[in-house]
Each structure stands twice: as structure tokens, then as C-alpha cells.
T-cell receptor, first 115, second 111 residues
Framework: KAGVTQTPRYLIKTRGQQVTLSCSPI?????VSWYQQTPGQGLQFLFE???????NKGNFPGRFSGRQFSNSRSEMNVSTLELGDSALYLCASSSVPGGGAYEQFFGPGTRLTVL | GEDVEQSLFLSVREGDSSVINCTYTDSSSTYLYWYKQEPGAGLQLLTY?????DMKQDQRLTVLLNKKDKHLSLRIADTQTGDSAIYFCAESYSGYSTLTFGKGTMLLVSP
């Protein structure tokens, strides 16, 4: 079974631009979560989607948004990029959102650098 | 609010046991997890423990949970150089999907 895939793996943007990251979950998984990882703040939850609906959202500004498609693939978008948005963005998929041990399987991440 | 804390660094010799510690503040945490992150990679779920358990063993890994002190530990027996990585402790609540992570402990295993 293929794991979680994220594209692109690396991205360089300049301040003010916008970016879209993509995540394909494990086949059969319907829950996708996004996390931001930075050296200073560590791993922080962005949002979670299940069956095309956002179930939870972390404490991030409205510049960060996401969506999920009917095939469970998810995208996240960051508009008006700031230097502080430079981070590793991790996507995780799960077969069941919440309800017991939450076994999330992570992708390799997209490394975003904002210049 | 919730907070998960870990020591930042641990260095051991190959063949020794490693013990990585974590403390959490939210007593309503239901599940506690250990993840491993190798350089340039995502997170790999190693093991998890339900909050009504005291201990869980899985091959070389032993998880101990002291709910009274809100203390979680991960013991790696016979540590190998391939175990060198960053280890994250995380908590979640049944019915919710948000994981709250600690800042991670870098484990360095020397030959």
C-alpha cells in the first residue's frame, strides 16, 4: 500500500506570493490533517479534513486555508507569504478521525522557503 | 491549556538503553504517542498508550505512563546507531483529531 505523498517536496517563493501544497492520503483513508513544523514553534496543527469537510482548525491566520476533494486528496494554500511561513509542512492521513487511538500516518513533507 | 515538554537532547552509546522523557499538563489526554523523525523525513508512529494503561511493550520499545505525575517515558533497549533521530511525544483526546506535540528530543547514538 502506498504511503502518504506530498508534492512538491521543495518550494521556494518570495514574500507576498501565494503557494498551494498537495497531499494524497493512503488509499482508503478519508481524514487528512496538516501540520506546520518550524525550529522555533515545533509542530503545530493547521487543520483537519474529513469527507471534504473541515473538522478542526488550529490557531493560524486566515491566510492559511485548505480543502479536500472527493477522492480524499487535500490541498493547502497560503496567501501573501511572509518570511515566517518558511517551514516544513506535513500532511497526515488516518482512516478514522478521532474516536480511539488516532493513528496518523505522515508524509515526507513539503519544505517551503520564503525569501 | 495543553502543553507537552521534553528534554532537547540525549546521547547514548550503541548497545545501551535510552530513556526519553515527556511531561504533559492536560489530565484529560486520552492517548499518548511517540513519533520518530529522521532527517529529511516525515514522522513515523512508533507506539501509543491509552491513558488507563501503565506500561506497554513492543519489541525493543517500552512505554511507561505515570498518570498521577503526568509523565511519559520511552525506553529503547539495545539502542542502535539507526535509532538516531528526533523523538516526539504527543497527546490527543478520544473523539478529537488534533495532536499536541512536544518540541522533540534529539537522540544521538554513538558507536
Amino acid at each position: 500500500k502506498a504511503g502518504v505523498t506530498q508534492t512538491p517536496r521543495y518550494l521556494i517563493k518570495t514574500r507576498g506570493q501565494q503557494v498551494t501544497l498537495s497531499c494524497s492520503p493512503i488509499s482508503g483513508h478519508r481524514s487528512v490533517s496538516w501540520y506546520q513544523q518550524t525550529p522555533g514553534q515545533g509542530l503545530q496543527f493547521l487543520f483537519e479534513y474529513f469527507s471534504e469537510t473541515q473538522r478542526n482548525k488550529g490557531n493560524f491566520p486566515g491566510r492559511f486555508s485548505g480543502r479536500q476533494f472527493s477522492n480524499s486528496r487535500s490541498e493547502m494554500n497560503v496567501s501573501t507569504l511572509e518570511l515566517g511561513d518558511s517551514a516544513l509542512y506535513l500532511c497526515a492521513s488516518s482512516s478514522v478521525p478521532g474516536g480511539g487511538a488516532y493513528e496518523q500516518f505522515f508524509g515526507p513533507g513539503t519544505r517551503l522557503t520564503v525569501l | 491549556g495543553e502543553d507537552v515538554e521534553q528534554s532537547l537532547f540525549l546521547s547514548v552509546r550503541e548497545g545501551d538503553s535510552s530513556v526519553i522523557n515527556c511531561t504533559y499538563t492536560d489530565s484529560s489526554s486520552t492517548y499518548l504517542y511517540w513519533y520518530k523523525q529522521e532527517p529529511g523525513a516525515g514522522l513515523q508512529l512508533l507506539t501509543y498508550i491509552f491513558s488507563n494503561m501503565d506500561m506497554k511493550q513492543d519489541q525493543r520499545l517500552t512505554v511507561l505512563l505515570n498518570k498521577k505525575d503526568k509523565h511519559l517515558s520511552l525506553r529503547i533497549a539495545d539502542t542502535q546507531t539507526g535509532d538516531s533521530a528526533i523523538y516526539f511525544c504527543a497527546e490527543s483526546y478520544s473523539g478529537y483529531s488534533t495532536l499536541t506535540f512536544g518540541k522533540g528530543t534529539m537522540l544521538l547514538v554513538s558507536p
